[in-house]
């Protein structure tokens, strides 16, 4: 499967949870009472996860086509295959390193093996907020992606920001931040003026952040060819 195959079929179960929410609401008058608000927060945190999946693949799958297209391994992902985690420069992991490296050295298939690690290693990092995307961007050799992302997000509803162009960095990191509000706090104010109270979210909110973050991944899919 491609990662872009993964991240669609993702994305439309989000979709598909937000027409249920249109289906029950239609003139989309909150029902504070009732399940509806949060069936909107679902939609955020299965959104972001429907991104992370998409990224910790891709990079995978780039890596990959990297290795076999330009038969080298790309500089950022070094510390993923000698030691997991994205970091090479503890002392305490030499040893490790010295096997990894030669078990990789003494392989069959080098390649292969190379990428099965970044591959394990991916599993336990996660790609939403903008610096992990900028470094799943990064792994795969895409220079300067903000910009490009930008432009993605010109034809969806709310182009401008206080005068200023739509920046993707700054959106992502918004959405990001509102699914982290959701997945850790209920989405409840914690302050002494509205202790206890949800947080307002609307559908029109909701059905354009998936806009900007399907079209965010299709200029993913396009700077990150690999020729």
């Known amino acids: 499967m491609l990662a872009i195959e993964l991240f669609e079929i993702n994305h439309h179960r989000a979709e598909e949870m937000l027409k249920a929410h249109q289906g029950a609401s239609p003139k989309g008058r909150p029902v504070e009472k009732t399940f509806m608000p949060d069936l909107l927060r679902a939609v955020v945190v299965f959104a972001a996860a429907a991104l992370d999946a998409y990224l910790a693949m891709k990079v995978v799958q780039t ?4 290795c076999f297209k330009k038969k080298r391994f790309p500089e950022k992902a070094v ?5 997991g985690d994205g970091e090479a420069n503890d002392v305490k992991n030499g040893a490790k390193i010295a096997r990894d490296l030669l078990a990789i050295a003494t392989s069959d298939n080098p390649r292969k093996l190379l990428v099965r690690r970044l591959e394990v290693a991916l599993k336990r990092t996660t790609f939403q907020n903008p610096e992990q995307v900028s470094h799943a961007l990064a792994i795969m050799e895409v220079e300067c992606p903000w910009p490009k992302l930008d432009k993605s997000l010109v034809s969806t509803r709310g182009k401008k920001r206080r005068g200023k162009p739509l920046s993707s960095e700054v959106f992502l990191r918004e959405f990001i931040e509102r699914r982290n509000d959701i997945v850790h706090e209920g989405d409840v104010y914690t302050s002494f003026k509205h202790h206890g109270q949800l ?6 909110w909701v059905r354009e952040s998936l806009q900007k973050l399907k079209r ?12």
């Open 63 to 66: 890596v990959n086509a990297i």
């Open 79 to 83: 510390g993923y295959f000698v030691r």
């Open 199 to 204: 947080k307002p979210i609307t559908r029109t």
């Open 216 to 227: 965010m991944v299709i200029e993913i899919e396009r700077i990150s060819q690999v020729v």
